[in-house]
């Protein structure tokens, strides 16, 4: 899928998206067009930039078996 990007030369391109994030590394993108609007480099929150969060690890979590229904026995997994 192609997404519009703006080059590091203040042109507006169309890049291959599975190439956007080596583009960004390589500091060739300024900016790129999303569902919400444009998102610049070093400025919006970019999907992967990591964060600071503080609270409890949650896509690890293991669940304590539900109680026996009808015999059996049940338990949540969290979704991958």
Known sequence: ???FALSEFDSIERV???ELR???AENRILAFRRGAGWARIGVDAIRGDG???DGP???EIRQKPLPDV???HYCL???K
């Open 1 to 3: 899928m192609k997404i």
């Open 16 to 18: 291959d998206a599975r």
């Open 22 to 24: 080596r583009l960004i």
């Open 51 to 53: 964060g600071d969060y």
């Open 57 to 59: 690890e949650r896509r």
């Open 70 to 72: 009808n015999g059996l």
């Open 77 to 79: 997994l969290p979704k």
